[in-house]
């Protein structure tokens, strides 16, 4: 009997697909969603997907999904063209799955009902989840922000970053490249991780192991009522949003950092260097250094 239970993925446009009453939500980079590795084989009636970009992170999503839906059950997986959308026919082949496609609105569409045998999927599980980085020393994960390198701006900052003192909090902190310098300071008496994507913070929970630290899977521009009266923050504030640049996404990480300073806090932030920080950090702060810029990057100190 097919479980009773539809599954999606992410935000799949309403006008490309039609979206499932009631279903449960399992992509990463929506706080509060279930976790899709730890649903049990066969125990969703269907599945909708916005598969992502990656082609690591899309192989372990369709996979994983594939694994959870019941023999029979219905999967729908879509992306835009240019984001690997031309390829989930293919990709979902090798799976095992026998493929109806479709195109709309610049994406494709791959249908299938999920087959009663799967072939490939260990395989696709194991290259797209959690690993040790052995010339990092980290745990990632396929699909996290900078995954498998240290990001220029967050190296640069690294370069600059000074020791830090009191409470503070990395925001966007990944896998917790900049915690794990931050931490080095004695004087730090409590850092706050936070990030919208729970493979970052599984990851920084694994990398750093402190009793100063505390985690939360969160989005930083939704109010975090407790976080208040900082003495510092630390950032490399992202600028894209599901691949677009949003050039409002970092200043409100901006703003939300200035928010959470005591007055005389700091905040230390690396930026690309296209991106227009000034004009919107001078309102919020009382002092706004430039540090360095170089090689596309920007590092500010600005204090409240």
């Given at each position: 009997m ?6 999606i993925y ?11 009453a ?10 509060g969603a279930s ?5 049990a ?6 599945m909708t ?8 992170e899309?192989r372990?999503?369709?996979a994983?999904?594939l694994?959870?839906v ?5 999967f729908?997986a ?15 082949q090798?799976?095992g799955?026998t493929?109806?496609e479709a195109?709309?609105r610049?994406?494709?569409i ?8 799967l072939?490939?999927?260990d395989e ?5 989840g959690p690993q040790?980085l052995?010339d990092?020393g980290l745990w990632?994960?396929p ?17 600059h970053l000074p020791?830090q ?17 931050v931490?080095t ?13 729970r493979?970052?913070i599984?990851s920084a ?6 009793p100063?630290?505390?985690f ?5 521009r939704e109010?975090?009522?407790?976080l208040?009266?900082?003495d510092?923050?630390?950032?490399n504030a992202?600028?894209?949003?599901a691949g677009?640049?949003d050039?409002?996404l970092?200043l ?12 005389g806090?700091?905040?230390w932030?690396t ?5 227009p920080?000034e ?7 009382k002092?706004?250094d430039l ?6 990057y920007k590092?500010y100190e600005a204090?409240?």
């Open positions: 097919i479980p009773n239970i539809a599954g992410g935000k799949p446009p309403a006008d490309v697909v039609d979206l499932p009631g279903a449960v939500q399992f992509s990463p980079l929506m706080p976790e899709l590795g730890s649903q084989e066969g125990t969703l009636a269907s997907m916005l598969a992502p970009p990656g082609t690591l899309r372990y999503t369709l994983q999904a694994r959870a019941a023999p029979g059950g219905s729908v879509l992306a835009p063209k240019d984001q690997g959308g031309t390829r989930l026919r293919k990709e979902m090798a799976f799955c493929i109806e195109a709309r610049h994406h494709r791959a249908i299938c009902a999920r087959p009663d045998r072939t490939g999927i696709a599980i194991t290259e797209g040790l052995s990092l990632s994960q699909g996290v922000f900078s995954w498998d390198r240290i990001d220029p701006g967050s190296a640069l900052l690294l370069q020791a003192s009191g409470r503070g909090a990395d925001f966007g902190c990944g896998v917790g490249v900049l915690a794990r310098a931490l300071s004695p004087k730090v008496a409590q850092l706050t991780l936070i990030d919208i994507d493979r970052a599984q929970q694994r990398n750093l192991d402190d100063r630290l505390s939360r899977w969160t989005d930083v109010p975090n009522p407790d208040t009266a900082l510092f923050v630390v950032m992202p600028f894209h949003d677009t640049e050039r409002g970092a409100n990480f901006v703003k939300r950092a200035a928010e959470s300073l005591r007055a806090g700091v905040c932030l930026a690309n260097r296209h991106l920080y004009a919107a950090m001078k309102p919020l702060f002092r706004v540090k360095i810029e170089t090689g596309g590092i204090h409240t």
